[in-house]
T-cell receptor
Framework: GAVVSQHPSWVICKSGTSVKIECRSL??????MFWYRQFPKQSLMLMAT?????????EQGVEKDKFLINHASLTLSTLTVTSAHPEDSSFYIC??????????FGPGTRLTVT | DAKTTQPPSMDCAEGRAANLPCNHS???????VYWYRQIHSQGPQYIIH???NNETNEMASLIITEDRKSSTLILPHATLRDTAVYYC???????????????FGKGTTLSVSS
């Protein structure tokens, strides 16, 4: 199957700082990428849908000014958690959609805000 | 997308077949059944999908009932590495699903023991 990478795999940051997470589709072009968040012992929750060259669409309850998403190319989407707080500590997972509609997931990024 | 219902947990002995059920009684005619799994602290991994015929690949078999209201994922010879959360998701497939993300329920936690 197609490969999706994320960087970094884990990050620790101080409260009030911003963190950027990268998501790349390595062997296909993804016009659409998705960002999910997963808290311990819970399922994946969709945060936003990112389309190349346009603004992201956020799910209800997700602050667009706090979680900045940029999908500048067909192989790269970034999620920036601005002014991070301890409650933003979570497992962030991106997913990329192939032109045929298949959806592949990255390995996830563990964010810890101290 | 139609809703799915899965048991919260199941146990399986190593080397035995693991049969994971999923109910999707409101499935529409153009909706596929997808199965993903998530091993602890990793991104979800695609397993298999099907519309109405039974499907088999190198990972698993998918049995869909004739009325399509339920399905069973079969791991023929479970190993310890198959311990994961298994998600059954129903959605329309194909390139027409621009912008439509996979929505995850709570899934079934499969524990394989020796």
């Amino acid at each position: 199957g197609a490969v999706v990478s994320q960087h970094p795999s884990w990050v620790i940051c101080k409260s009030g700082t911003s963190v950027k997470i990268e998501c790349r589709s390595l062997d296909f072009q993804a016009t659409t990428m998705f960002w999910y968040r997963q808290f311990p012992k819970q399922s994946l929750m969709l945060m936003a849908t990112s389309n190349e060259g346009s603004k992201a669409t956020y799910e209800q309850g997700v602050e667009k000014d706090k979680f900045l998403i940029n999908h500048a190319s067909l192989t790269l989407s970034t999620l920036t958690v601005t002014s991070a707080h301890p409650e933003d500590s979570s497992f962030y997972i991106c997913s990329a959609r192939t032109p045929l509609g298949e959806q592949y997931f990255g390995p996830g990024t563990r964010l810890t805000v101290t | 997308d139609a809703k799915t219902t899965q048991p919260p947990s199941m146990d399986c002995a190593e080397g035995r077949a693991a049969n994971l059920p999923c109910n999707h009684s409101t499935i529409s005619g153009n909706e596929y059944v997808y199965w993903y799994r998530q091993i602890h602290s990793q991104g979800p991994q695609y397993i298999i999908h099907g519309l109405k015929n039974n499907e088999t690949n190198e990972m698993a078999s998918l049995i869909i009932t004739e009325d399509r209201k339920s399905s069973t994922l079969i791991l023929p010879h479970a190993t310890l590495r198959d311990t994961a959360v298994y998600y059954c998701i129903v959605r329309v497939a194909g390139a027409n699903q621009a912008g439509t993300a996979l929505i995850f329920g709570k899934g079934t936690t499969l524990s394989v023991s020796s």
